[in-house]
């Protein structure tokens, strides 16, 4: 059981390019969701899936994209990195509604 | 955007102290108020949480106070350790209906424990 599994765990890109974050769980689990974490600013939420085929934006989507074809797979792709995009990224499930969130380790992004 | 605000940013005590760390809100439809720890280099992790029909919660050396009416609740860590050190997270949200899995996160506490 290998819990919230986070790739790459770390990244550099160049302003302008693309890239997906990947995340899966083998929990089961219908909810996922993805934060990033800056400095001083806690943990913001970006997009969220409530199930397969569902996905909702949390406080601060623009710039990222999100697809849940399955239950275990959450990808954020960004789709024109961004010196701001630069943070750490992090998944997260649980298996009910205000229930116990998993964190992955997280993603470290760096754009330049 | 709901808010929830954390202080303080950072907090120091000496092994065997009671860190203490508050959070408030603005949101009366929060009903649910976690605490979640995390160590440098790895992510969140549930620590205790809470819902507004009780106004202290236990779990070992941690508990949660809440004041439904001030809208706030505090995290205290009794006969703190270094292995405490972390920074630890308030968040708050919806029990349910629209929003109920958004959870709101304060900015954080980073707490050292010195030995």
């Known amino acids: 059981n290998a819990g919230v599994t986070q790739t790459p765990k770390f990244q550099v890109l160049k302003t302008g390019q693309s890239m997906t974050l990947q995340c899966a769980q083998d929990?089961?689990?219908?909810?996922m969701s993805w934060y990033r974490q800056d400095p001083g600013m806690g943990l913001r939420l970006i997009h969220y899936?409530?199930?397969?085929?569902?996905?909702d934006q949390g406080e601060v989507p623009n710039g990222y994209n999100v697809s849940r074809s399955t239950t275990e797979d959450f990808p954020l792709r960004l789709l024109s990195a961004a010196p701001s995009q630069t943070s750490v990224y992090f998944c997260?499930?649980?298996?009910?509604?205000?229930?116990?969130?998993?964190f992955g380790e997280g993603s470290r992004l760096t754009v330049l | 955007q709901q808010q929830v605000k954390q202080s303080p940013q950072s907090l120091i005590v000496q092994k065997g102290g009671i860190p203490i760390i508050n959070c408030a809100y603005e949101?009366?439809?929060?009903?649910?108020f976690p605490w979640y720890q995390q160590f440098p280099g790895k992510g969140p992790a549930l620590l205790i949480a809470?819902?507004?029909?009780?106004s202290e919660k236990k779990e070992g050396r941690f508990t949660i106070s809440f004041n439904k009416s001030a809208k706030q609740f505090s995290l205290h860590i009794m006969d703190s350790q270094p292995g405490d050190s972390a920074t630890y997270f308030c968040?708050?949200?919806?029990?349910?209906?629209?929003?109920?899995?958004?959870?709101?996160f304060g900015k954080g506490t980073k707490l050292s424990v010195i030995p």
């Open positions: 997260a499930s649980s298996y009910s509604i205000a229930g116990e969130l998993f």
């Open positions: 929990m089961n689990h219908e909810y």
């Open positions: 899936s409530v199930g397969a085929g569902i996905t």
């Open positions: 949101n009366t439809a929060f009903d649910y």
């Open positions: 809470i819902r507004p029909d009780v």
């Open positions: 968040a708050a949200s919806p029990g349910s209906g629209a929003g109920s899995y958004q959870l709101t």
